[in-house]
């Protein structure tokens, strides 16, 4: 049971990033799954995830209106689509799967039973 990330990198201000994340030895369809990110000296925050059972998502203030979250489930694989990047947005972003959405909502890592390997994402002119 793994989450395998790809995507993210390098991109200028008011650019476009894709990030991946296939959910391989299990299927997400009835857990919390999304992605949650480290910057540099802070803490791990919840920035969007998606359940598939009822179609519900979440997304951080921060990032409302510029990221999307959307799903392939034949593909077992999540999508973020990050567009209008800003430098707040650099950090490592980690792939996760949640049984009750808390490592989003209320920063409680204890019921996460994946996580991903990780990917940077730096945002810079």
């Known amino acids: 049971m793994r989450l395998v990330e790809s995507g993210g990198g390098s991109a200028q201000p008011g650019n476009s990033l894709t990030l991946s994340c296939t959910a391989v030895g299990f299927t997400y369809i009835n857990y919390y799954i999304g992605w949650l990110r480290q910057a540099p000296l802070k803490e791990r925050e919840g920035v969007s995830y998606i359940r598939s059972l009822d179609e519900s998502t979440y997304y951080a203030d921060s990032v409302k209106g510029r990221f999307t979250i959307s799903r392939d489930n034949a593909k077992n694989t999540v999508y973020l689509q990050m567009d209008n990047l800003s430098p707040e947005d650099t950090g490592t972003y980690y792939c996760?799967?949640?049984?009750?959405?808390?490592?989003?909502?209320?920063?409680?890592?204890?019921?996460?039973?994946?996580w991903g390997q990780g990917t940077p994402v730096t945002v810079s002119s």
């Open positions: 996760a799967a949640d049984i009750d959405g808390e490592a989003w909502l209320i920063g409680s890592f204890a019921k996460v039973f994946v």
